[in-house]
């Protein structure tokens, strides 16, 4: 059974090029060019929907900036203050921002 995924992509298709590279070099091959074109004529990049481990690898091989954005996973057990309140959106956004006050000690 293949893990969860710990990561996903979006792809800016105004800004794609259809060049592939980020399909070529993603290690999970969760990339893949779709089949309709966009409106500048070309077949851009998507995300499968999973397998995304967040390497960021088609990030930094992608020659147009703005096109990706990669996102990673945050496990509780990474970080255990937010174990308790997972489940709750607002209780997380609270406690990463008590967090992150604490670690900048700054009010932010």
Not at 34 to 59: K, M, N, Q
Not at 62 to 80: D, F, K, M, N, S
Not at 89 to 100: E, H, Y
């Amino acid at each position: 059974m293949p893990a969860a995924a710990r990561g996903t992509v979006t792809v800016n298709i105004d800004e794609c090029k259809g060049c592939g590279l980020c399909v070529e070099s993603c290690p999970p091959k969760c990339l893949e060019l779709a089949p309709e074109l966009s409106a500048y004529g070309v077949h851009p990049a998507r995300y499968t929907g999973h397998d995304c481990t967040g390497c960021g690898i088609c990030f930094y091989c992608c020659p147009e900036p703005g096109a990706l954005t990669v996102y990673r996973r945050i496990r509780a057990e990474v970080v255990p203050e937010l174990r308790a309140v997972s489940n709750q959106p607002s209780a997380v956004s609270s406690q990463l921002s008590a967090i992150s006050t604490s670690i900048t000690g700054a009010e932010g």
